[in-house]
Structures are given as structure tokens and as C-alpha cells.
């Protein structure tokens, strides 16, 4: 067992206020929120150097993850990205008057476009994900890659098991 941590402190507070709480379903919550929070941050101060906000990144990553032609409609990067429709917008006109990325219309439908990056966007695109993953591997450097790696996997089954439990009470 490892040293007790933050989060301990928390659980140990919240036994002796409300006991009935203090169990590991907090646990696995504060434990996962401060590992998102540290990613986040990492991610945000590293985007920060590039002058890209994370959501500008979300944008320029999910349209150089798809390939070549580099496109998709905004309605796709608002799923892919759980933004609204509006934050999707406004991301992409900062994106299109940089010249990251361009709108093009639709061939097959008047009222729908599609959204490319262009051979700038895809050089920054490339810049920002490799910066950020870097950022990331510097945080779990000092975890042993045996010990990363079942980690992986353990968060791999309990994702499933919460999304599967989330999609059965909608």
C-alpha cells in the first residue's frame, strides 16, 4: 500500500461527518477528478505556449485524427467534442481567421459544410498533439510501465462498466 494521500484526508473527514459517504465510490471519484485535473493542466499550460485554448486544440486533433482530407461537418466536431453548437462556431471562425482551418460547402447539400484543416492547421494540429502528449508522458514518468499499462486496463473495464450503467438508466 502507498503513503495516504489527499483524498484519504477527505474520506477520513467525511467518516467522521457522514459516514455513509465516506466509502469508495468517493474515493474513485476525488482520485479520478484529481488525475483529470493534473492531465488538464498539464495539457492547458502546454496549449498555453502554442496559444491554443483547449478547445481550439479539441478542434485542430479530432480533424487531424481522421485523415486525409482532414474534414468533417461542425455537427460531428460538436459530438466528437461535447460541445454546444454555438461553442462549436465560435471555435471555428477563431480557427478559420487564423488560417488553421477553412469551410467548404457541402457538394451533396447546400445548408451543410464541411470543415477542413489546412497544410498550416495540419502542421500546428501535429505541434499541439505531439506538445501535449508529451506534457502527459512527463506526468507518469515515474510510474513503471507494467504498473501504467494494468492501470490502463483497470480504468478500461470500470469506463465500461459506468458508461454501460449510464446508458441502461437514460
Known amino acids: 500500500m502507498t503513503d495516504p494521500d489527499h483524498v484519504d484526508d477527505i474520506i477520513t473527514a467525511w467518516r467522521v461527518e457522514l459516514p455513509e459517504i465516506a ?5 474513485l471519484a476525488k482520485r ?4 483529470t485535473s493534473a492531465f488538464d493542466v498539464a495539457g492547458a499550460a502546454a496549449l498555453e505556449k502554442l496559444g491554443l485554448t483547449q478547445a481550439e486544440y479539441g478542434v485542430l ?31 471555428i471562425k477563431r480557427l478559420v481567421a487564423v488560417g488553421h482551418i ?35 508522458a512527463r506526468l507518469v514518468d515515474r510510474i513503471p510501465e507494467s504498473e501504467a499499462q494494468r492501470l490502463s486496463e483497470l480504468l478500461r473495464t470500470v469506463l465500461a462498466a459506468v458508461e454501460e450503467g449510464v446508458l441502461v438508466r437514460r
Open 32 to 35: 479520478s477528478a484529481l488525475l
Open 102 to 136: 477553412v469551410r467548404e460547402a457541402a457538394e451533396d447539400d447546400g445548408r451543410s459544410s464541411w470543415v477542413r484543416l489546412t497544410p498550416q492547421g495540419v502542421t500546428v494540429a501535429e505541434t499541439a498533439v505531439r506538445t501535449v502528449t508529451a506534457a502527459h
Open 23 to 27: 466509502g469508495l465510490p468517493l474515493e
Open 61 to 91: 486533433a479530432v480533424l487531424r485524427r481522421v485523415g486525409e482530407p482532414f474534414r468533417v461537418k461542425p455537427t460531428e466536431l460538436t459530438h466528437a467534442l461535447l460541445l454546444s453548437s454555438g461553442g462549436t462556431s465560435n471555435v
